[in-house]
């Protein structure tokens, strides 16, 4: 069973997170309904079971809920990978949404790395923070130790910009994350 339970607890965050890569119900609260909203849409598009309840200082902004949150799915998606053998290891996909288009390529290579090209013309979606987006994704990536690029080419609204990533992303993680019944996809024998 591919599945990860993790729990976090930051003097700035108390997070608990349950994460089933072959499916299972989306059930989000952060306490950022746009966050929410983001997450769910990762968890729907990817084929993801996922639960998270987070608490965070909100009272100071989005940043340490946002970041944390994404050390969380990191952490998790390493877990339920084990030695990440057995998957089909790359992904990459294209989302539009309206004028906007999200493109992200990825591999579960145990090399973590971030390349985030994207820009938000407003600052923020409802109480979300968008220059958080790329923190997410960082705190992911090293997490999780996934080499993930992130590239938005175009597009005018951050809700259409930041939404299309997220479900790229999901899209390409569930292309990785499927089984092709081998071992260590690698000339080396271990992904490290």
């Known amino acids: 069973m591919r599945t990860a339970l993790i729990e976090r607890n930051t003097k700035e965050t108390q997070i ?21 909203h983001m997450l769910t849409a990762f968890g729907v ?22 970041e944390d949150t994404g050390i969380a799915l990191g952490t ?37 790395f971030l390349v985030f090209k994207a820009d938000f013309s407003e600052e923020r979606c409802g109480d979300y923070e968008t220059c958080c987006t790329e923190e997410f994704f960082r705190a992911f990536a090293m997490n999780s130790g996934i080499t993930l690029h992130i590239n938005v080419p175009y597009g ?11 479900k790229a992303v999901a899209h390409a993680m569930k292309a990785a994350v499927t089984e092709n019944g081998k071992g260590v996809l690698s000339t080396k024998g271990i992904l490290a």
């Open 16 to 36: 608990r997170l349950e994460l089933a890569l072959d499916g299972g119900n989306v059930d989000v609260a952060t306490g950022i309904g746009f966050f929410d």
């Open 76 to 112: 998790a998606f390493r877990q339920a990978l084990g030695d990440m053998g057995g998957i089909s290891r790359y992904g990459s996909f294209y989302i539009p949404m309206d004028e906007s288009l999200a493109f992200c390529s990825l591999d579960i290579s145990n090399r973590p």
């Open 45 to 66: 598009h990817g084929g993801f079971g996922l639960k998270i309840r987070v608490k965070g200082d909100l009272e100071v902004d989005t940043h340490h809920t946002v």
């Open 156 to 166: 005018s609204n951050s809700h259409h910009k930041t939404e299309a990533v997220f």
